[in-house]
Each structure stands twice: as C-alpha cells, then as structure tokens.
C-alpha cells in the first residue's frame, strides 16, 4: 500500500504543504528539506504515495494571528472570527485564533515562527525585521501567508487584504481639511501611538500629504506617543491638547489609532463641543456612542467580516493551486456618520 502524503510529512517533520511542493516540484522549499522529504519517501516506498489534497484532517487548518495588545480593534477581529465559525465549517476551514505578544516585535515573531503545522496563515504583526523573517521562513516551509488588515511589505507573504491605510490617512484629511477656517492659520492635531504597524504609518503619511497638499494654511500638530489605555489617554491629552499648548483651541482632531474615549473627555474638560471635526476609526461600540454623541464626526471603516473571508479564500485557493488566486478586490473605506449609523 503506497504511503500518505501525512505519513511522509509526519516522518520527515515538516508540514503536509511541504510535502505537496516537493511533490510538484514547486518552489520555496531549501535542498536540505527537499532531499529529507525524498530519502523519507523511498525509505516508505512512497514513490507513487496517494494523491490529492495534502491534509491530516478533511480541513484546511488556517490560523488567524493578531497582536494580544491594543484591546479594541484587534478584539472586534477576534469576534468577528468566532461569528464566521459556521462560514468556515461550509468551507471545510477549522479557524484558530492566536493572541500574540508584541511588546517589542521579536516575541510575536518567535511565537509566529513556530506555526508551522497550518496550512494557512492571515497575520495582523508588527513591521518589524523579526516578523519579516518569521513569515519568510513560513513561507519556505510551505505554509501559505496573507497579511491582514497591516502588511509586512518586503516578506515573502503572498498578498495584503484590508483596506488601503495611505487612502484611509488622506481621507480623514480631505474631511479635517474642510473644517479649518478659510485664509487663515488652522489648527490640526493627529494623534497617534508610538507604533511598528505599518497601517498606521501610513494613515499618518497619506494625512499629513492632504494637508500639505491642499490645505496650505494648515497647522499641523503631530503627537506621536498616544498611550494605548484610555486612562493614559486622557492623561496624555491633558496635557498635550490644552489649548494653552495648541496656540488655542483646535479647528480639527484626527486619533488613527486608539484611545478616543479618553481623549473626548479631556476635550469636554476643555469646552470642546460638536464644532470640533474629529475622526476616528473602526466602528467599535465606543465610537458609535461617541458618534451619536456628537463628539465624533466621522468614523472610517473597512468591512471587517469581508476582509477576514476574503483572506480565508485566498488561503484555500492557493492551497488548491487555483490560478489567479491572488485576484481578490480589497474592501473600500466608509465614512459613517451619525446620520448613516445602522
């Protein structure tokens, strides 16, 4: 009886992915692992072994990664996760969720690195070098890898699903950019943590062009600390956007990060009301409250539940080998208003 793909993977300790390359003679796999997955093959007599879908299981076992830190985006993933359980059962997917620390980057990466037993992998990490090597080496092992929601640009991951940040960072400024006063100096701050997410880097990059680009009168005040607790927060806006440190109350407010309840009370505590524009992003609860509030003008969104099947489908096409894969249309930015609010 010839022997099974999960036989030989199991005997030669590396995963079923790696296996089907060597198989196929596809690249990404180092000499050393492709002759150690043919001398296992000869020594079971497997130079014809069952063909088909390299698996353990009658699913595909895909993990979702997201950073253990920052509690309101990164958890409003995991749920949306959890709810599409019945979605990927249809699929035939088994979805795992792992929460890694991401303290300074090195500790997500060495966890990362070691999930080799997946047939797929969406990551939401750091841009960091260690992150980049981890996914390369995943990737060398036959593991398929899609950034989500932030890419790791330059790894060897095999597409970015989520929304374009650069897009994201010049909408809140066309927006931001219409409530500062005409002919004259107008005051803008942007807040955002001190970050290794490459998305919010770029929301910063493409704010700061709108403004320069378009809004020359603009006073761009740029606070790049934001703790992530909204106790800190507030704390950090105290002190920061006191107009006695702003040259005066502020025209506009753009928070691309986390933290906005608290800095909306240390705005009420300055006498700040609706005429304040104020953008935030994610529809998280707290933001909807803010919305209805009238504390919050604007709320950019991407389609989270989209984004996280969409990268489940690429995962199980290139699984599958299907020619163009990759070809899968990114969600699209929404600007929800207390007015759209459903």
């Known amino acids: 009886m010839a022997a099974t793909i999960n036989q030989i993977a199991e005997a030669a300790g ?85 929460r890694l620390p991401n303290q300074d980057g090195a500790d997500f990466a060495q966890e990362l690195a070691k999930m080799t037993d997946l047939d797929g992998i969406a990551v939401l990490a750091p841009d960091v070098p260690q992150v980049k090597l981890a996914i390369n080496e995943l990737a060398r092992s036959g593991v398929h890898v899609v950034t989500l929601f932030s890419d790791v640009a330059g790894s060897l991951r095999e597409t970015f699903v989520g929304a374009d940040n650069r897009a994201a960072g010049r909408t809140a400024g066309i927006l931001l950019g219409r409530c500062l006063p005409h002919g004259e100096p107008g005051r803008c701050a942007m807040l955002s943590p001190s970050t290794r997410f490459a998305a919010e880097i770029d929301r910063r990059i493409g704010f700061a062009q709108v403004l320069e680009e378009r809004f020359p009168h603009a006073r761009l005040i740029e606070l790049s600390d934001m703790p992530e607790s909204e106790d800190q927060a507030y704390t950090f806006a105290r002190q920061f956007l006191d107009p006695a440190q702003t040259g005066g109350k502020l025209h506009a407010l753009y928070n691309l990060g986390p933290g906005s309840h608290g800095v909306s009370r240390a705005l009420q505590e300055f006498g700040y009301d609706s005429s304040l524009g104020f953008v935030v992003h994610d529809l998280l609860e707290m933001h909807r409250s803010l919305l209805v509030a009238n504390v919050v003008s604007y709320v950019l969104q991407q389609d989270v539940y989209y984004a996280i099947m969409t990268a489940a489908k690429v995962l199980r096409l290139l699984c599958e080998e299907v020619r163009g894969a990759l070809a899968v249309s990114n969600p699209r930015i929404e600007i929800i208003t207390a007015e759209n609010l459903s």
Not at 23 to 43: H, I, S, Y
Not at 63 to 81: E, N, Y
């Open 14 to 98: 590396v995963s079923t992915a790696t296996v089907d390359r060597v198989l196929n003679n596809r690249p990404g796999v180092n000499a050393a692992t492709v002759e150690r997955v043919r001398t296992v093959m000869q020594a079971l007599g497997a130079a014809s072994p069952v063909r088909g879908r390299p698996r353990s299981t009658p699913n595909y076992r895909f993990g979702f990664v997201l950073p253990a830190s920052r509690r309101g985006f990164f958890d409003m993933i995991d749920r949306v996760v959890a709810q599409a359980a019945g979605d990927f059962r249809h699929q035939h997917i088994t979805e795992i969720t792992h």
